[in-house]
Structures are given as C-alpha cells and as structure tokens.
C-alpha cells in the first residue's frame, strides 16, 4: 500500500495540535523546568506530542520519530520526523501568541517537508523539496533588504546563555537596522522565509528547533548556515537564517 504524502501529512496533524494547544491555553497549568530555570515544559507539551506521534506513527508506522519531550521512537527504515509540539513554551504560558508546532520530514537524511503553524496567528507555514514554499497558501519569499544596515534581525538565547550571545548581540544590534528576541526558534525561521526579518541566528538550538523552519527558508529562497558559516547541522548547536542577500555581512559580523 501506498504510503500517504507526508506535507499533507504534517499539515493536517499540525493543525490538530494546534487546536489542542489553543484549547488548553485557558486551561489550569501543569508547569515544569527540565533541569535549569526557565527551561519549561507544561502539560499541553506533553499532551501535544502524544497526539503527533500517534497520528505519524499510525500513517507511517516504519518511521523514527524524534520529539523534544519524549526523545527518540525507533524506526525500521531511512524516514524520520523531527517534532517540537510546542516551540516557544514560556510565550504559551503567559498567553502570549508567539508559539507554534513544528514538523519536519526527513528521509535518507534529507529534508523533504517541513510545517510550522501558529495557531493564535492561524499561519500555516509549509515547504516541500523542490517545491517551494507557502503560508496559508500564498507563496512565500525572503526579502530583498542587501545591506545589514537596513535589516531587521532576530535571535534567541535562554536566560542563562547570555553571555554566551551577549558579543554577537551587541555587535548585531549596532549594524543591524534593528534585533528582535521572540522565543521561538523555529517561528523566527518561519518569519525570515516570510520576509518579515532578514536575518536570525541563534546557539545551542536541537534538531526539532530548526528542521521545518530550515527547509522553510531554503525554498522560500533563503540561505541557512552555522553562524560562522560552514554548512548547517540539524545538531550542529548553531544556525544562521537569511535573505541570502546579507548572509556574508551576517556571518562577519557575527563571527568578529
């Protein structure tokens, strides 16, 4: 049997988490830290990444699938699909709309769909190899700013790491037209194939932070790199999302 299309896939569960997500937003909070302060994870994590590994373990049952709360489910053959049921917890928490779920598909080691969804917003990001990328069905582009003076950029770094990103923040926000901190990594990889920021970068980030929204910039026409420059790792710890137009300005200035 045939198996089913895996964009039509991971768009139609993004969506029904989503709305598991939205539904529990009022609800009491279960809410917990995951070994350091402020790193939190809350009852609708959980809940959401149950439903998504069901609903992709039911369409496609040889699939590993690799969770941010629940880790690795083994598969039998090359496919596997990277989620993050809930990137941008704390903005979830204190309701603010900034959150969305996030899923990849990868197959032989490469990237062949991506989603990201943000249901307060009700923005569906989608992408597929070869074949673009769209929000709600309208295509999508990275902008066309060139110089770094005139780019809008974003980042993201946990309460703790400051000082690790602390040089590049500063050296970023005396160039750059303006830096953003946002808290959801893979929402601001979304947001750079949109054209709404030229440029994100970001250390210490997982697979399941990055896979959709890599292959989200890449076919929206953008250019995804560690921040030094050298190619992108789904683990490498490190990303750097632009227009293209700026990605040299970017890495040097960040790399300084």
Known sequence: MRSPDPLTTALAVAREAGALLCERLTLPREIAEK???????TDADRAGEALVIARLRAAFPQAAILGEEGGLVTGTGDERWIVDPLDGTTNYTHGYPLFCVSIGYERAGELIAGVVY??????????????????????????????????????GFHPDGYERNAAQFAAASRRAQAVRRDGSAALDLAFVAAGRFDGFWEFDLSPWDVAAGTLLVREAGGTVSAIAGDAAQLDGRSILASNGRIHAQLVGCLSA
């Not at 070994?35 to 994870?41: E, S, W």
């Open 35 to 41: 070994g350091r302060r402020a790193d939190l994870v």
């Open 118 to 155: 943000a249901p307060l917003l009700d923005e569906c990001y989608a992408a597929e190899r070869g074949a673009g990328a769209r929000c709600n069905d309208a295509p999508l582009h990275v902008s066309v700013i060139e110089s770094l003076g005139d780019a809008l950029l974003c980042t």
